[in-house]
């Protein structure tokens, strides 16, 4: 029975997974640049999917199972990529654990929409003023996209399309106050948004289009 890749990674399976790693390495089977960005990747993992791609070509997998399925997700269609190639945030970033696609509001509003590719790795920071991901019209380019949020001051909305799960039980809250009102299990062929980090004073809403949304897309509306 294959293991769960949304479920969180445990404080022990994280230290089998960076001693693994550095056996690897000393065997001569990771040069040290590798070495480096697996133990990042191990470091910063929340899920066992996470874990998982960096223990990549690893013997002995530190789990319950030795492989991981993940669902198939459609490739983007060619629209999506050539819009967001001329008015979105480059796709270059956000598929690397340490490069994040880093969204920070502080003294005017950050809104991201309309057809874009959501990376796997995003980190969100509403410090002065707001942030909205809007993911309506997207397109995952991972089947788990994990999100990290930055204590701050404002409000951290984001809006996904029916199907999508999002999950997060691995966010501090501090004084912010947490809004999770979409399902937490995607459905077959959807992602799963997983968030973590801490609020601070932060309003984090996680949920689907309102009938603003709808307003604002109005063709009426200029």
């Known amino acids: 029975m294959n293991v769960d890749p949304l479920r969180l990674v445990t404080p022990e399976e994280r230290v089998v997974a960076i001693s693994l790693l550095r056996r690897a390495a000393e065997k001569g089977r990771l040069s040290d640049a590798e070495l480096q960005r697996r133990l990042t990747a191990a470091r910063q993992a929340q899920l066992v999917g996470g874990l998982a791609f ?21 490739a983007p269609p060619t629209s999506v990529v050539a819009e967001q190639n001329g ?5 270059t970033l956000g598929h690397r654990p340490e490069e994040p696609l880093t969204v920070t509001a502080v003294f005017q509003s950050e809104r991201i929409g309309g057809p874009w590719i959501v990376p796997p790795y995003l980190r969100l920071q509403a410090l002065l003023s707001s942030v909205k991901i809007d993911c309506r019209r ?30 997060a039980g691995a966010v501090s809250r501090d004084l912010g106050t947490l809004r ?43």
Do not use: N
Not at 54 to 74: R, S
Not at 87 to 91: D, E, G, K
Not at 199 to 212: C, K, W
């Open 138 to 167: 997207a397109h995952a380019a991972a089947s788990t996209i994990d999100v990290e949020v930055r204590a701050g001051t404002m409000t951290v909305v984001v809006v996904v399309p029916p199907g999508w799960g999002a999950v």
């Open 180 to 222: 999770l009102k979409v399902p937490q299990s995607p459905a077959s062929g959807c992602p799963a948004v997983v968030f973590h980090g801490r609020l601070g004073i932060t309003t984090l809403v996680v949920r689907h289009e309102s009938a603003y949304d709808r307003w604002r897309d109005s063709p009426e509306v200029v």
């Open 87 to 91: 008015r979105r945030p480059s796709v």
């Open 54 to 74: 960096a223990l990549e070509g690893i013997d002995h997998f530190p789990f319950d199972a030795p492989t991981i399925e993940w669902p198939t997700l459609p």
